[in-house]
């Protein structure tokens, strides 16, 4: 038997190995019997706010040497505060349970009440959604669900050991109202093993290989997010890796090819595959890449699936996501949850998550009753595309599409694509040229404004000869309009290019309809049109719509701004927050690169032309639906083009896409805007303002430095911000 000296030395080494803490209610409790904020508490130990509500409601605790310090601090206020007449002696952290806190002893008081409300000046958090009652999942990601029960409850979340947990930072949303997903919609694990998510919350993951993560990642971590639409699907959880990360579970730091950077995949045979596979898990046909997926088949009405984002392999592109690859894992966090909350849980690029956004706001399928045997099957969710594909009309397809191919079609093919157009040196004025400055406006998400109440086709195209013009039906249309004649210092609102078309060529409904209204006869030759039609893109517009609108008001810009202090307000709008900054990058590019995936062209060098392209097996491949938005979009931009020659007589001097460059007396839009003698800006032309289709500044220059670029045939509007522009075309 082990002598009484023996004991009291193993219970000292006990003692030593790392100090102990009393629970987290008991924390709560001594620092409001000492009357001090959590913000006080905060700025003592130089941390955050949110980080001391985390030690206190039991998501994280402190590391050394913030750790000792936070010991000394409570044992003095134990020394001062005791519970109920006696000290409470510091105990070892009991193991949490699926409520915020931790459990404490029968003589502690009861948890102390949430915390107040975040200050005044705190960015406005996104109102999560309403958790709609889910639907089983029993087949890869991807398909239709059926209609089932509603899930298990999500199983409790055990911490593991907080010795290597690291102090988290504040973030900008709010926690998720759902309670199977107490943590939020996503994580991102460093090397260390501390996984950061949203709202200042660190777990401890302790996988050491990709299926171990998977595993943890379902069962422990607490993350996803509820769907958007109760005939949808719920977000998977996403778990984004940082370099350490991914090598630490035996990813590669880089991958290697001949291929584009996006298509490249783990080879078959590499470990990390070969792990997955082993642990009975599976891949998607897109192999393991920057952003891949991993799953089996639904258990107990629970969809197993998880998303992986290796930031290494270049998950998140810079030009969407600037400068976010830079930042510490706890602002990664930041930055993806406030885009999860407001947009989605990403799902791969921007383009990717603009075109999934569709879908989740429009799921192709809904619960109906089989008359028949009584059970619920899925059926078709109207105002939905279904879940089969359908091809183009040959005139609405791409060159290489096998309706093209296949039927030798050369009966030309619609072109409505976004304006690249320069005004012809020769018509510019004297008076013009005199002008000191060259100003570029930017139409705020112009794709997204022409997405407003846009009606599109639904179903399959029918072919008509000789119909009459509707304006009403979306399709495309044969018809000539080189009849129509405007004045030529503005562009022809018929050709991306801006000149007159020669003849008879192919029209999205909008540009047709345009021509009516500037009171041209119209008179189709053919027409391939739609009968089911709907506004499909109206909840992703008003989505998207309220993110952008939301994100730039947190960064100071918001509607209640006379047009002087929105100016002030857009210059330093990037500098109050990069944070958020590059959320608004990130909204603004899935509203572009969704309407591109619409379209999207085959990739890879080994495809051979008249062979269908994984893309053509989507419901989602619509290329009539991308060139309605572009049409509306083009002839928006002309419309305003004419109005802002009849309220002032000035005619641009280029445009690209959703910019335009104007010249100016001053360096300033207000410098030749149309405004009343009220000063209200005038109806019908350009207007600045923060949300989509009104204007903001794009840039501005000399005035003989864009007659220069003219004279070389080169855009000033590529060039007016002081750099290349990316030619915003929707691909």
């Not at 709560?28 to 409601?57: D, F, H, P």
């Not at 915020?100 to 949430?114: C, G, L, W």
């Not at 290494?312 to 810079?318: G, I, N, Q, R, V």
């Not at 008076?431 to 639904?458: I, K, M, Q, S």
Request: aromatic share 6%; proline share 14%.
């Amino acid at each position: 038997m082990a002598s009484e000296e023996e004991l009291f030395a193993s219970v000292d080494a006990l003692l030593e190995e790392e100090p102990q803490l009393p629970p987290p209610a008991e924390r709560a409790r001594l620092r409001e019997a000492a009357g001090i904020t959590q913000a006080r508490l905060a700025l003592a130990l130089k941390t955050s706010t949110q980080t001391v509500k985390n030690y206190e409601n039991g998501r994280s605790e402190p590391k050394s040497p913030r750790l000792e310090a936070y010991q000394r601090l409570l044992k003095g206020w134990a020394a001062k505060y005791p519970a109920h007449g006696a000290p409470v002696p510091p105990s070892a952290s009991a193991p949490p349970t699926p409520s915020p806190a931790r459990p404490v002893p029968a003589s502690a008081p009861p948890a102390p009440a949430p915390a107040p409300p975040a200050p005044a000046d705190t960015p406005r958090p996104e109102a999560p959604s309403q958790p709609p009652t889910p639907a089983a999942e029993s087949s890869p990601p991807g398909t239709a669900p059926a209609p089932t029960p509603p899930h298990a409850p999500h199983p409790p979340y055990r911490r593991t050991p907080a010795s290597s947990r690291r102090p988290a930072t504040k973030t900008v949303a709010t926690p998720a109202a759902d309670p199977r997903y107490p943590h939020g919609p996503l994580l991102v694990l460093d090397g260390d093993g501390s996984a950061y998510g949203v709202d200042g919350i660190v777990l401890d993951c302790p996988a050491a290989s990709v299926p171990q993560l998977v595993e943890w990642t379902l069962r422990e971590s607490g993350i996803g997010a509820p769907r958007l639409h109760r005939n949808g699907k719920d977000s998977d959880p996403l778990v984004v890796l940082t370099p350490a990360a991914a090598v630490r579970l035996g990813l590669p730091e880089r991958l290697e090819g001949r291929e584009q950077r996006r298509s490249l995949r783990l080879p078959h045979d590499h470990p990390v595959v070969a792990q997955v596979k082993k642990a009975g898990w599976q891949l998607t046909q897109r192999g393991f890449g920057p952003w891949a997926r991993i799953y089996r088949k639904a258990r107990e009405d629970q969809r197993q699936c998880v998303q992986l984002a290796v930031l290494p392999w270049d998950a998140l592109d810079e030009r969407s996501w600037p400068g976010v690859t830079e930042m510490e894992p706890p602002e990664i966090a930041r930055v993806l949850g406030v885009y999860a909350r407001r947009v989605l849980t990403p799902r791969g690029s921007t383009a990717v998550s603009g075109l999934e956004l569709m879908t989740a706001l429009r799921p192709p399928t809904r619960a109906v009753r089989d008359e028949t045997t009584g059970n619920w099957v899925p059926g078709h969710n109207p105002g939905s595309l279904g879940t089969q594909p359908v091809d183009p009309a040959p005139p609405e397809a791409t060159p290489e599409h096998p309706v093209v191919v296949d039927s030798g079609w050369n009966g030309g093919f619609l072109d409505e694509e976004a304006y690249q157009w320069v005004r012809d040196v020769d018509l510019l004025s004297d008076e013009e040229c005199h002008l000191p400055y060259a100003v570029g406006l930017d139409l705020n998400t112009a794709f997204l404004a022409a997405a407003a109440r846009l009606t599109v086709g639904l179903s399959g195209p029918e072919h008509f000869v000789g119909p009459q013009f509707n304006p009403k039906i979306p399709g495309s249309w044969l018809v000539d309009l080189s009849h129509v004649e405007l004045d030529p210092r503005l562009p022809s609102p018929f050709t991306p290019s801006g000149e007159p078309p020669a003849g008879p060529a192919w029209y999205q409904t909008h540009t047709v309809a345009y021509a009516q209204e500037l009171g041209y006869n119209v008179r189709p030759l053919e027409a391939y049109l739609r009968r089911a039609t709907g506004a499909y893109l109206d909840p992703w517009h008003d989505r998207l719509k309220t993110a952008y609108v939301d994100t730039l008001a947190d960064l100071g810009v918001t509607r209640d701004l006379d047009d002087r202090e929105f100016l002030v307000a857009m210059e330093r709008h990037k500098d109050t927050d990069p944070a958020l900054a590059a959320v608004l990058t990130a909204i603004k590019a899935t509203v572009k690169g969704g309407i591109g995936k619409l379209r999207e062209r085959p990739q890879g060098r080994h495809y051979k032309q008249g062979e269908r392209w994984p893309a053509l097996e989507r419901p989602t491949w619509r290329p009539d639906i991308r060139a309605a938005v572009i049409s509306k979009a083009r002839v928006n931009m002309h419309r305003k083009l004419l109005n802002m020659a009849k309220l002032t007589g000035r005619y641009p001097l280029a445009v690209l896409s959703d910019c335009v460059v104007y010249p100016s007396p001053g360096p300033s839009p207000l410098d030749f805007l149309p405004y009343a003698a009220s000063g209200k800006p005038q109806p019908g032309g350009f207007r600045l303002g923060p949300t989509p289709g009104l204007a903001k500044p794009e840039g501005v220059q000399e005035m003989l430095w864009a007659v220069d670029l003219m004279e070389k045939g080169l855009n000033p509007a590529r060039h007016v911000k002081g750099g290349d522009a990316v030619l915003d075309d929707g691909e």
